[in-house]
């Protein structure tokens, strides 16, 4: 597998392996990743509900979690049907919304990887850094709910 | 004399981060959290043999160490989800006993809003009518109510005797 990147100085482009560079197989397999999840949201139907996929933790402890109803909420979202998304998990849009950037981000870093070469240790660091943050805004419930579950109850 | 760079344990490390990756982001969701240690564990299994490989061969170690320590992070989330499932069915015991107090509240309202109200009390028998209202505590409601109720079993008695048909006993609540 290989890549062209930018032109060198005879005007011809580089060619790249994809197994030589593997912060671009990363992107590349990521974004596969982040594609195979909407196109789980696309395949199974909230009208059908026939999500394989079922809540641990309501098995284990009888009870809803917050991320209850996030596959409905991503199909709907997927079917443009946002208001309905919104009533089937209160967080859905914005873990939406951070697949949607991930995707856009790889994408973005992969072509400025084989554009910039001469700043690819920046790149990475930044998109490290960027990946992080916008991680821990979108998760951030979720993350919360974790930390007050290891946290000792405030007596 | 050109130097080969040499990238054993590099697929490995790849594989490690990636797993790790997608386990990261899995531990941190409830639902599907307590299993992402599954993955998790592969991805440091992968992330430890792509490590001892690069450093057997001296090759670059970034990659498959990143791997791991993201895999080992996001293995500890994913088992941290048991503590957050323990607390959330801590918190389940709980609630049959707020229900039964929510309930005991609402009946000790009621009963003391029927204990200040005004009671009126009505009493029809073949034209006779008795009417008593009270304004006192509830024993002594409780007591006339005793009273007017064995007064009504004894006409009602004598009433069935006579071949009476009808007998109204009308208890009106007023607030």
Redesign the interface.
């Known amino acids: 597998m290989s890549l062209y990147g930018r032109k060198n100085s005879s005007g011809h482009g580089s060619k790249i392996s994809l ?2 560079e ?1 912060y671009l ?2 992107n590349i ?2 974004a596969g ?1 982040i594609l195979l999840i909407f196109a789980y949201s696309g395949f199974f139907s909230p009208e059908k509900d026939n999500y394989p ?1 079922t ?4 098995i ?4 809803q ?4 109803g ?1 596959s409905h909420s991503f199909s709907l979202i997927v079917r443009g049907r946002v208001a309905e998304a919104y009533t089937w998990n209160q967080y859905g849009m914005r873990i939406f919304l951070f697949f949607i950037a991930q995707l856009l981000l790889r994408v973005v870093f992969s072509i400025f990887y084989l554009k910039y070469t001469g700043t690819r240790k920046q790149l990475i660091i930044l998109d490290c850094i960027g990946s992080g943050i916008i ?1 821990v805004v979108a ?1 951030w419930p ?2 919360a ?2 930390i ?3 946290l000792p ?1 405030a007596s | 004399m050109e130097e080969v760079k040499n990238n054993s344990g590099q697929n490995l490390g790849i594989a490690a981060l990636i797993t790790a990756i997608i386990t990261f982001v899995l531990a941190v969701i409830p639902c599907v959290g307590l299993i992402a240690i599954i993955p998790g564990i592969i991805a440091i299994i992968l992330g430890s043999v792509g490590l001892s490989q690069a450093a057997r061969n001296n090759s670059p170690r970034g990659v498959p160490l990143a791997g791991l320590i993201i895999a080992v992070i996001a293995s500890m989330i994913s088992f941290s989800q048991i503590f957050v499932a323990g607390r959330f069915v801590g918190h389940g015991h709980k609630w049959p006993t707020n229900i039964e107090n929510f309930v005991n509240d609402v009946q000790d309202n009621v009963t003391k809003q029927i204990e200040d109200a005004n009671v009126s009390i009505k009493v029809e028998s073949n034209g006779e009518k008795v009417e008593i209202n009270t304004k006192s505590n509830k024993k002594d409601q409780e007591q006339k109510l005793e009273d007017l109720e064995e007064e009504a079993t004894v006409k009602s008695d004598s009433i069935q005797k006579h071949d009476s048909t009808q007998k109204h006993v009308i208890i009106r609540k007023k607030k």
């Open positions: 197994f030589k593997p197989l990363i397999i990521l990743v996929v809540c641990i933790h309501e284990v402890t009888g009870q979690c917050v991320s209850c996030l991680f998760f979720f993350i709910i974790i007050s579950g290891i109850p």
